[in-house]
């Protein structure tokens, strides 16, 4: 080594360094968000995070565009036969997993198959366990039969933990594959320290042609939302979602950074449980719904990112109807809980089903609002555990001890299926899902199964507005406030927006010099 | 001695049994359904389930406690039900994160603190005295996560001197053990200081400046020695509690460490990890302990174990 003479070293440096000098500069781009990822498999994921996320190397057969718009994705087209039992999807061709294996009609059956076998416990089984077989007609066409007629189906298909996972990979690392994601996806999975941070690098052989735009994406879990506000402004992250309301200004204030509220369809209301008095009279239902201010509520605690629920199902979802907002009249309110027998108003309870600090302004807020017309509620706020004990197990509804319940729900399918049946059908009272109301209206059940059973658009259209419109009339719950959705990103940064489901959308992701 | 540490090493064993039934029993007091929890917000009946067999709960509790004991025993802590992993995994890669930015954050504050307390007893009352132990109750009252905040809207945000948060360079190290270690240096001069007081009084002390030793000698390897034992005994303490991992300075600058796992953990009802980790930090203090006993022994070698 000593006699190596020093010059060719210094050479040899050089070149290399010549060679390795990219042709352009590299595009590394980093999100910052506000949790862990629990797994990369989206069929194993509950939390919107992981999955949104995970759409860097999964893609489905269908999706949603950054408005929620269904797209097709690694499908050309569908048919479905009249009863609605039988779906046929036509697959696009020539495309590749990044292990170098064919996407095609056996990986998609290879993929349902895993998820609707209950032996694999995947956390996503309810979502898919509809259907009853899939079958390879030939390469690129799959039939998929349904155990019950379901017209919501292809919004679950497109729902972003149906994906197409290879199967050879599957094979290949058997339960691993949580760990280890092989997909037809826009980047290749990297690596993943859990601790720090998720990376993935731009797949050469993505089948849409100039795409991705950028070399590398990492994905960096913050916990702590000042801290990611602080990233944000040196520069070490381009682009976070959640912005909490108060770091908003900070950051409008810096000249490189952009803030967008987007509209979502996350919306919170009140839920009374119409089992119990005094909230099984209806009057005593709408005089609390007239005695709260939306417009108020929106400004004191979303610091004006949201605004007036205008129905029960948000707009953004599809066969929403435009009710309301619900007005303020506290006149009104007085008259009806007066006609209900109750002129001085009662006490009683008001639960939220979360502990953050937004929670507890709305709730305070609500106290205060409630007080005008004399009822005076006592709040707690449920931590995750609680809630699960006290509301989403309560195994019995008779005794059920939820009384005033504030709340929030997206529907992650983007129908009005998953908006209505799961917190307003009779059959979803707890524990099996989340009709916190036990609200049970024969003519709103009817309408949901009618609506499920059809496939004619026009027909699905009227059953929901029918139900929307009776919900609306029995108002089982005050419906409160839509949010808005609050990302900041570096203005060299364009072509990722945070979805009405506060899911990312980052297909068009580019990086400015 | 040898034969004092293996006894303690021995008792060891019956503490961590008692520890980790009671953390058993109390992991599984508390309300909430993890099964439920990990399923997610809008899972089915039967997809709870299947997640309920999946993660072994619908054992029953004596039938879990006996699979976790003897699981404990062949060094298999189970699988979290978060991620499905081992949790020695789990608790594995967080701990050396939480280790080395304990390291660093009690090497500077207990240099820093017995500095500042020395300095204090030797000119008591006098403003030496005073600047100190301003420093030092402003140390233990500020709270972590401002101090913390306020530290990298400083030095990251606005001067851009360092990096907000992570912990893969020596540079992430600065900020984070600065905010850990103010309370401990704050504590270690306060301790210091008034261990010194009482020393500085005592009739050898008196002895040696008769005989006409230099102050300094008289200080340096009459006082602090002796002053030592209640410093040393403080800073095992503190050492244990920044081991467990500080969540609030972890949670601020994002470290990978024990702190930040804990409060996942317990958020999702976690319970083989929150078992673990309880079960770690109490293994942790014992071993701790330990340690000051025999540094006892060195510092002032009249004290004889048997």
Known sequence: MKSFPRSLIVTALALGALFAAPAHAAKDVVFAVASTFTTTDPYDANDTLSQAMAKSFYEGLYGFDKDMKMIPVLAESYEVTKDGLTYIVKLKKGIKFHDGTDF???????????????????????????????????????????????????????????????????????????????????????????TDYLKVAKFDGYWKKGYPKVDTITWKPVVDNNSRAAMMQT????????????????????????VVAAPSIVLRYLSMNTQQKPFDNPKVREAIAYSINKDA???????????AAPGVVPE???????????????????????????????????????????????????????????????????????????????????????????????????????????????????????????????????????????????????????????????????????????????????????????????????LKP | MLQYIVKRLLGLLPTLLIVGGLVFMFVHLLPGDPARLAAGPDATPETVALVRQDLGLDRSLPEQFVRFTTGVLRGDFGRSLRTKRPVSTEVGERFMPTF???????????????????????????????????????????????????????????????????????????????????????????????????????????????KGLSENVVVIKHGLRNALIPVVTMMGLQFGFLLGGSIVVEVVFNWPGMGRLLVDAVDMRDYPVIQAEVLLFSLEFILINLIVDVLYAVINPTIRYR
């Open chain 1, 104 to 194: 095609n009609a056996a990986a998609v059956k290879a993929n349902f198959d895993r998820v609707t076998n209950p032996d694999n416990k995947l956390k996503r089984y309810g979502l898919y366990s509809n259907i009853g077989k899939t079958e390879v007609v030939d390469d690129y066409t799959a039939k998929i039969t349904l155990k019950t007629p379901f017209s919501a189906f292809l919004n679950n298909l497109a729902h972003p933990s149906g994906v197409m996972i290879s199967p050879a990979a599957m094979t290949k690392y058997g339960k691993d594959i949580s760990a280890n994601p092989v997909g037809t996806g826009p980047f290749k999975f990297v690596e993943w320290q859990r």
């Open chain 1, 235 to 258: 520069g070490e992250a381009h682009f976070t979602y959640p912005v909490p309301y108060e770091q908003a200004e900070t950051l409008k204030a810096k000249p490189e950074l952009e």
């Open chain 1, 297 to 307: 509520l929106a400004k004191v605690a979303f610091g004006g990112y949201a605004f």
């Open chain 1, 316 to 510: 953004g979802v599809e066969y929403n109807v435009k009710l309301g907002p619900w007005p303020y009249d506290l006149a009104k309110a007085k008259k009806l809980l007066a006609e209900a027998g109750y002129p001085n108003g009662f006490e009683t309870e008001l639960w939220s089903a979360y502990n953050h600090s937004t929670a507890q302004k709305v709730t305070q807020f609500l106290q205060q609002q409630l007080g005008q017309i004399g009822i005076k509620a006592k709040i707690t706020l449920l931590e995750a555990g609680q809630r699960v004990e006290k509301v989403e197990s309560w195994q019995d509804p008779a005794t059920a001890p939820v009384r005033l319940y504030y709340v929030g729900w997206s529907s992650s399918t983007g129908e009005a299926d998953w908006a209505i049946r799961p917190l307003l059908a009779s059959g979803s009272f707890p524990p099996s899902l989340f009709n916190t109301a036990y609200y049970k209206s024969d003519k709103v059940d009817a309408d949901i199964k009618a609506a499920l059973a059809t496939t004619d658009k026009t027909e699905k259209t009227k059953f929901y507005r029918d139900a929307q419109e009776q919900i609306w009339k029995d108002a089982p719950w005050a419906p409160l406030v839509v949010e808005k959705l609050l990302s900041a990103h570096n203005k060299k940064l364009t072509g990722v927006y945070t979805m009405p489901d506060s899911s990312f959308n980052f297909t068009e992701v580019d």
């Open chain 2, 100 to 210: 080395w930015l304990t390291l660093a954050a009690m090497s500077w504050s207990v240099v820093i603190g017995m500095l500042i307390g020395v300095v204090s007893a030797v000119w008591r009352n006098r403003w030496p005295d005073r600047l100190g132990m301003t420093l030092a109750v402003s140390g233990i009252s500020f709270p972590a996560f401002a101090l913390g905040m306020v530290l990298m809207q400083i030095f990251a945000v606005q001067l851009n001197w360092l990096p907000t948060v992570g912990a893969a360079s020596w540079k992430h190290y600065i900020l984070p053990s600065l905010t850990l270690g103010a309370a401990v240096a704050a504590i270690m001069a306060r301790f210091t200081r008034s261990s010194f007081v009482e020393i500085l009084q005592e009739d050898y002390v008196r002895t040696a400046r008769a």
